[in-house]
């Protein structure tokens, strides 16, 4: 089981990026997926999560309206695109298999690698 994540970068506030997730070793449509984010001295925020079905997709205040979660079964990719991006954002994405925090465990053992995203002028 691997994911990669990809597509960080640095953007000027106002920007847009698009994050992707390349899973392997099992179908993302097998099970719910997280998009997570660690800034530096801080705890993980779990940004977004979409269902095993890919019917049902959550975001956390911080980011609804701004962000969208999606997926690509044929490809096996889950996706992050984000919008109007705000200084606050900027921190390590992850795309974690599952659904994270479960019952408060991070389960850090099922993220990818991350890949940093910067928002600054």
Same mark, same amino acid.
């Given at each position: ?42 705890g993980p +925020?779990?940004?977004? =999560?979409?269902?095993?079905?890919? %019917? ?7 980011? /609804?309206g701004r @962000? ?19 200084? +606050?954002?900027?921190? =390590?994405?992850?795309?974690?298999? %599952? ?7 991070? /389960?850090?053992? @099922? ?11």
């Amino acid at each position: 089981v691997q994911l990669v994540e990809s597509g960080g970068t640095m953007v000027q506030p106002g920007g847009s990026l698009r994050l992707s997730c390349a899973a392997s070793g099992f179908p993302v449509t097998s099970i719910g997926m997280t998009w997570v984010r660690q800034a530096p001295g801080k705890g993980p +925020e779990w940004v977004s =999560r979409i269902s095993t079905g890919g %019917g049902k997709t959550y975001y956390a205040p911080s980011v /609804r309206g701004r @962000f969208t979660i999606s997926r690509n079964n044929a490809a096996n990719m889950l996706y992050l695109q984000m919008d109007n991006l705000k200084p +606050e954002d900027t921190a =390590r994405y992850y795309c974690a298999r %599952g659904w994270v925090p479960d019952s408060g465990d991070w /389960r850090r053992d @099922f993220w990818g690698q991350g890949t940093q995203v910067t928002v600054s002028t």
